[in-house]
């Protein structure tokens, strides 16, 4: 359907073999492979304290409660991310307070918001690495050091992006990590967690498996007979398939974010000729503070443009389009709770009406991106002529 499709998964027969092998062994739950693979994942970031997860939303909800949040308690995140962030945080009882971005050149959390709307209930800050690059953590981890409270990084965009050094989603107290079909590092359905302290990852550890002290691949191996139960723990856990392919994806990762700048870069130096078109983050290397994971490519439309005929424009010409994102707070249900606190979003509002996110993936062709970019300046030609 799709001339140049959104994102475009890279599988090849090193993955069919990896889910093959996991197959004929005759182990499907979560083992060997696992393990393997959180090793792998933790020489990736430069931690020990890595865990394979069933998917990032899980990831999310382990963390808040890892971290002890709970009902009566309040979760300051941005507005402009995925649902899972806030809802992850709603399902623990606890009630949500949105924060603003930083503005259209940087769309991460504006910690100077974070502050203004820190309260005695605050028990954790989560940011958001959108589309791959950090935000201000050494404003996060200071203003989180005065008012006592934890940091969770949902770094779902931000496999191997770094902040001064540092692998984003190992900076904060945890650090989840999303593996679905569209990611930079995709199983299909999957996620990560990363924890700061032994302490932290032993919980989350416990938490993921019904707060079992011994799993199944222990009794397996007759290395336990039995088990207690310790917490009131959730089954979280990955599969050996999914950590199979995983270790095969993490191998391509590096690669695959280099050549997401590249794309970038070109998109960067095209949409340039396009004057009424915004690109944000297009000074972020500039600055020196770290490495994006180029996850996705948005940009502003010009104020007043009408975004759903410039797709339905761009689809017309075989290009994918989608949307980063719709704000938390229009939705339906957290538009209305008054477990979800929506005040002081004003350049959230003003931005998030004129984003659009262009296709971005690793293959992706300079003459690609050319299409794109001469397509997107067709299509605002035809709907929006001023």
Sequence with gaps: MWKIPLCDLHFGPEEAQAAADVVASGWLTMGERTQAFERALGEAFGTTG???MTNCTAALHLAYLAVGVGPGDEVICPSLTFVATANAALTTGADVVLADI???D????????VERKITKRTKAITVVHYAGYPCDMDAILAIAERHGVA???????????TWKGRALGTIGDIGCYSFFSNKNLSTGEGGAIAARTDELRQRCKLLRSHGMTTLTLDRHKGHAFSYDVVLAGQNYRIDEIRSAIGLVQLGRLAEGNRMRRAVVTRYRERLATIGRVHVPFRDFEARGVGESS???MPVLLPEGAPREPVMAAMKARGIQTSVHYTPIH????????DRVRREGLARTDAFAPRELTLPLYPRMTDAQVDEVCA?????????FPG
Excluded: C, K, N, Q
Excluded at 106 to 113: E, K, S
Excluded at 330 to 337: C, E, L
């Design 50 to 52: 890595v865990l394979a």
């Design 102 to 104: 930083t503005g259209p």
């Design 106 to 113: 940087d769309l991460t959390i504006d910690p100077a918001d």
């Design 151 to 161: 940091v969770i990084e949902d770094a779902a965009h931000a496999p191997l992006a």
């Design 294 to 296: 180029y996850h996705i």
């Design 330 to 337: 229009a939705f339906s249900f957290h538009g209305s709770t």
């Design 375 to 383: 397509a997107l300046d067709a299509s605002l030609r035809d709907v």
